[in-house]
Each structure stands twice: as structure tokens, then as C-alpha cells.
């Protein structure tokens, strides 16, 4: 991978991490300069981090929006780019990132009678029909 996408690719992570931190934290300041409480579960409430304050809490609403649509934005560039590597590129990048490898000779042995569609009607009539062709005729 050439130095300006490796670049580009850890930027990224750093991007999306740092945006996945900030966020909430300003959503938690933002709830509670306007007085909101923010309840996690029956009776647990976290403590207001910043004093009742309108202004503050217009200030926050607005970065609070602007960060969202930043990490929307490098999601959607950083999927992009691992759609670019899968599809376009096919340099080997993108199965090495994924967990769900897949292994070619699992997939290239595979015969009719091995794959299995989903379990809907169509799908056991596919069975059905497998099996009958692997009985032997009397």
C-alpha cells in the first residue's frame, strides 16, 4: 500500500476514535448545560458535568451536530476506501481486516449438493430434491 493511503487509512482510525470519544462527552455536557438528566438505567443518573447555561448549551447543541455529521462523514469515506481495496484494488487488504475470512478451498469444494440454502420453502424444496438425486434408484 503506498505511504499516502497507508497515511490516509491510520488518520482515519485516529479520526474515528477521537470522534467516538468527543461526542458523547459533549452530548453529556450539552444535556446538562440545558438541565436534562440523563438516566442510564432505572435509577442510575450521571452527575451534570457543566452549570444550567443556555448559551452554553446552544454552543454545545451546534458542536454536538457538527461532530455527528464529521464521524458520519468518516465512516462513510473509511467504508469507502475498504470498498475501493475489496472491489476495485483487490490488493489482499481487505480480507486481511475482516474476521469472517473465508477459506478458498472450503468455498471452490463446494458442490450443489453441499451448499445449503437458507431455511425457506424454496430452500427445502432445494434439499428435497438433492436428496432424492443421491438415492439409488430401484
Known sequence: MPALQRFAAHASHVVLYALMFALPLVGWGMLSAARYPIVDYGPLELPPI???DAALYAALRTAHMVLAFLLF???LAHFAAALMHALIHRDGIFPSRVSWKA???NLAAATENEVRPARTLEGYH???RAQARRRPRA
Open 50 to 52: 457543566l452549570p444550567h
Open 73 to 75: 462523514a468518516a465512516f
Open 103 to 105: 477459506r478458498a478451498g
Open 126 to 128: 432445494h434439499r428435497r
